[in-house]
């Protein structure tokens, strides 16, 4: 009999949990409802660099746009790659790492040392030597990008969650009861599995935010006139004396989203895997 993870609605009885869930919400309310009551975040007009006011509560830019508008639409597009490429990322990494621990042998040790050599490469080092060599990335190349490099650490987790429950009870008894090896991996292995996965995979995504905060701002992530919030940093460095606030409020939106999904990312480690916790 499988062990049951632990409902996620648990996640709302931690500190941690509940804090990261208000936060992550009141980011993804704004990038929701936000951009279709603002002014289009493309618009131009002659109000440069204003300050923060009732009529633009973020300020503007150098060309007069409304920057709570391009913050709002950012958060669209981050959340939007980092969920893509942490799912991608996660089922690459859940797939090889179950094929690895539960078969063994000559395919676990191939796998597993390919991966080691994969890790042994740093991430942001493959990704600038790629997205440099292009002249414009679009986001769905982006989030493959980011998916494709970013599954090496998931597989080692979830092939030695495999290897873990192989030696359970109740994987002896469904084996001795003639149960096929689809419905042990379905049915036992990958429930009993996921608890770290989803951890690590929510964990991931502040990962993802950051290195798409980071890349956008070499130029090498979102191009114009789609906003990012790493771009916009450095669209606003020039300005940062006289215009603060063009840096202070994506930067702000990093920090607050990146802390919510660690926040989030605790309060599940606590409720899908207490033992660890």
């Known amino acids: 009999m499988t062990v049951a993870l632990r409902p996620v609605r648990g996640l709302w009885d931690t500190r941690a949990g509940r804090a990261g869930i208000v936060g992550l919400a009141l980011i993804a309310l704004a990038a929701v409802i936000l951009p279709s009551v603002l002014p ?149 292995l990958i429930p009993n599995a996921a608890g770290p996965l989803i951890v690590a995979a929510t964990l991931a995504v502040a990962d993802v935010l950051l290195l798409e905060a980071g890349l956008s701002y070499l130029g090498l992530g979102v191009q114009p006139p789609m906003p990012s919030w790493g771009g916009m940093i450095y669209d606003g460095l020039p300005f940062r004396s006289q215009a603060p606030w063009f840096c202070l409020f994506p930067g702000l939106a990093i920090v607050i989203t990146v802390l919510a999904v660690s926040l989030i990312g605790d309060g599940l480690r606590q409720t899908l895997t207490p033992d660890r916790a």
């Open 40 to 188: 289009d975040y493309r618009a131009m007009n002659f109000d440069h660099l204003l300050p923060p006011s009732w009529t633009h509560p973020f300020g503007t830019d150098y060309h007069g746009r409304d920057l709570l508008a391009r913050v709002a639409r950012g958060a669209q597009i981050s959340l939007m790659i980092a969920l893509g490429a942490v799912l991608l990322a996660a089922t690459i990494g859940a797939a090889v790492g179950l094929i690895a621990g539960y078969l063994g042998g000559w395919v676990d040790a191939a796998l597993m040392r390919t991966v080691d050599a994969a890790l042994a490469i740093p991430r942001l080092f493959v990704l600038l030597l790629v997205l440099a060599a292009m002249d414009r990335v679009p986001l769905p190349v982006l989030i493959i990008m980011l998916g494709a490099t970013g599954w090496f650490g998931t597989s080692r987790l979830v092939r030695a969650e495999v290897l873990r429950l192989k030696h359970e009870g109740f994987i002896a008894a469904s084996r001795a009861l003639g149960a096929a090896d689809r419905r042990i991996i379905f049915r036992h």
